[in-house]
C-alpha cells in the first residue's frame, strides 16, 4: 500500500470509533521527555508511510548523499576549506569544522522533506548528531496505546523504528566502540543553551539513554575538565561527546572560539571521541543544494544520480547577478525574475538552523517594495533562491472529530544501518503559517511504515 491508501484506511476507522483529537493523541502530554521539547503539542494521528515507498525513498536518499558528498571533490579539488567559503561559512566556522574533520562523513541525517504532487521533495538534509526529533518512537508507542490505531497496525502490519536506538549503534559504530560496549557518553550543549532552555530535556534525553542502558550524561561544553590526558565531567572520563553544540554556536561572540577550542582540541589529540565531527554540518548547506541542482554541473552526475535529483530538489541556485537556467531550459536574469516572481521563491541564508533567516515571497505580508529589498541585501551574500514546494495537504481529526486539512514536513532519518524512523512537524493549513517548525507554533508527530508489503487489506 502507499500513505494515501493507508491514511484513507485509517481515517475512516476513526470515524467509525467516533475518536477525537484528544482521545487520539493518548499519553503523549504526560512524557516528561515530549512535553519539554514540544510545548505546542502533538497531531492526532501519526503519518503512515508503504514498503515499497519506504525503500524508494530511502534509496533516493542514499543517492542524493553520494552525489551530495562528492561536491567538494568535483567542484574544489578536494578542497574542503574552498567548499565551506562558497557554503557561506565565516572564517571561524571553517577552522573549526577542518580542524574536527572525522576520517569518513557521519551517516546520522534528517532530510527534511514535503509532499507535493509529484512525491517527496527535499527542503533540506540535516546532517549532524544535534538533530531534533529523535524522540519519534516514545510519541509512536503512546500513540499505538489507543485501540483504533492499535488494531490498524496490527492489520496493515505497520511498525516504528526506534531513531534513538539507531542513533547509538551509529555513534558507536563511528566512534569504534562494540555494540555491547558502555562508555562515558557526555550529552554536551552550548552552555546558553543548555542554561538558558535546554538543560532540562536533554536531562530527560540521558534518562530515556539510561533506561536503554547507555551510560548517558548531559552537560554544557564548558563543565569538562581536561587532565590527566582525558576529558572529565566531574569525576567521570568521558569517552564519546555526542555533540548537541553547533558550528553556527560559534557566532554567538567573539569570545565562542574559545569555549569550543578545548573539545575540538581533545578530539584531535585523541583524548575523546567527538560525535560527530562539526564538518557534517558543511554538507547539510543550502548552497550544496544550489550546487546540486545548477545545470551547470550536470555533467558531473551519472544518470542515476541525475534522476535522484529531478525527483528529490527543487530547483534552487545562489542569489548571484547574471543569468540563470530555468527548469524549462529558458534562460533569465536571476534577480529580475526573482522580482516578477516572488510568489514562486523562497529567499534563505545558506548556513542556518531552525528555519531562522528565511523569506517566504509569497508570504501575504510581504509587499513587493519589502522583496525587493531582501534580495537587493542578500544578492552576492550567502543566500539561496529555491523554487516554492506546493505540499499536498494531511487531514488529522480534531477535537469535534471533523477532518483538517493540515501542512506537513516529513523529518526521515537515516542514519548507519538505512532508514531510522520519521518525525513530523504540521500546522494546520487556515493558520497560513509559512515556515513549518516548532519554534513557529508546528505540532509534533511520527509515523507508522509498512513493514513487509501487505497481504490483507
Known amino acids: 500500500m502507499d500513505r494515501s491508501t493507508l491514511t484513507e484506511l485509517y481515517l475512516a476507522q476513526v470515524r467509525a470509533h467516533g475518536a477525537v483529537a484528544s482521545e487520539l493523541i493518548g499519553r503523549q502530554s504526560e512524557i516528561e521527555l515530549l512535553t519539554r521539547n514540544y510545548r505546542t503539542g502533538f497531531l492526532s494521528r501519526p503519518l503512515f508511510l508503504g514498503h515499497q515507498e519506504r525503500e524508494q525513498l530511502t534509496a533516493d536518499l542514499a543517492v542524493f548523499r553520494g552525489a551530495l558528498l562528492s561536491l567538494p571533490d568535483k567542484l574544489f579539488d578536494g578542497d574542503l576549506g574552498a567548499f565551506a ?9 571553517v577552522d573549526a569544522m577542518l580542524r574536527s574533520r572525522g576520517n569518513s562523513l557521519t551517516r ?5 522533506l514535503c509532499v507535493d504532487e509529484s512525491g517527496f521533495r527535499l527542503l533540506e538534509a540535516n546532517m549532524s548528531s544535534a538533530l531534533g526529533g529523535m524522540d519519534n518512537a516514545v510519541m509512536a508507542r ?4 489507543h485501540p483504533v490505531l492499535a488494531d490498524f497496525a496490527e492489520q496493515h502490519n505497520l511498525g516504528v523504528l526506534d531513531s534513538m536506538g539507531e542513533l547509538v549503534r551509529t555513534m558507536y559504530a563511528e566512534t569504534g566502540f562494540a555494540p555491547d560496549a558502555t562508555p562515558v557518553v557526555a550529552m554536551a550543549d552550548w552552555p546558553s543553551s543548555y542554561l538558558n532552555s535546554f538543560g532540562p530535556y536533554l536531562e530527560e534525553y540521558c534518562a530515556h539513554l539510561q533506561a536503554m542502558g547507555v551510560d548517558a550524561h548531559p552537560c554544557h561544553i564548558g563543565q569538562f575538565e581536561y587532565r590527566d590526558g582525558r576529558v572529565w565531567l566531574g569525576e567521570r572520563a568521558v569517552d564519546i561527546i555526542l555533540r548537541i553544540f553547533i558550528n553556527e554556536d560559534l557566532l554567538e561572540s567573539p569570545e565562542a572560539a574559545a569555549v569550543m577550542d578545548p573539545v575540538l582540541n581533545a578530539a584531535a589529540a585523541g583524548q575523546v571521541h567527538l560525535f560527530a565531527p562539526l564538518d557534517a554540518e558543511l554538507f547539510a548547506s543550502k548552497a550544496a543544494l544550489a550546487m546540486l541542482s545548477d545545470e551547470r554541473n550536470r555533467h558531473l552526475f551519472s544518470p542515476e544520480e541525475l534522476a535522484v535529483l529531478d525527483r528529490l530538489l527543487p530547483w ?27 510568489e514562486e521563491l523562497a529567499l534563505k541564508p545558506t548556513v542556518s538552523s531552525g528555519g531562522s533567516g528565511i523569506v517566504l515571497g509569497w508570504d501575504a505580508a510581504l509587499t513587493p517594495q519589502q522583496w525587493h529589498e531582501q534580495l537587493t541585501a542578500a544578492l552576492d551574500g550567502p543566500y539561496v ?30 542514519m548507519a544501518n538505512g532508514f531510522a524512523g520519521v518525525m ?23 509515523a507508522l511504515y509498512e513493514l513487509a508489503p501487505a497481504t490483507r487489506s
Open 385 to 414: 533562491l529555491q523554487r516554492r514546494i506546493r505540499p499536498v495537504t494531511e487531514l488529522f481529526p480534531d477535537e469535534n472529530g471533523e477532518l483538517q486539512p493540515w501542512l506537513i514536513v516529513w523529518g526521515v532519518f537515516t
Open 142 to 145: 503512546a500513540l499505538l496505546e
Open 85 to 93: 567559503r562558497a557554503a557561506g561559512m565565516a572564517e571561524v566556522q
Open 424 to 446: 513530523a512537524r504540521g500546522t494546520l493549513l487556515e493558520d497560513g503559517v509559512g515556515v513549518v517548525n516548532i519554534a513557529n507554533g508546528a505540532l509534533a508527530g511520527t
Open 108 to 112: 546520522m541525517t534528517r532530510s527534511d
Open 316 to 342: 534552487t541556485r545562489m542569489l548571484r547577478p547574471g543569468s540563470v537556467t530555468l527548469e524549462d531550459g529558458s534562460r533569465v536574469d536571476l534577480l529580475q525574475y526573482a522580482l516578477t516572481h516572488q
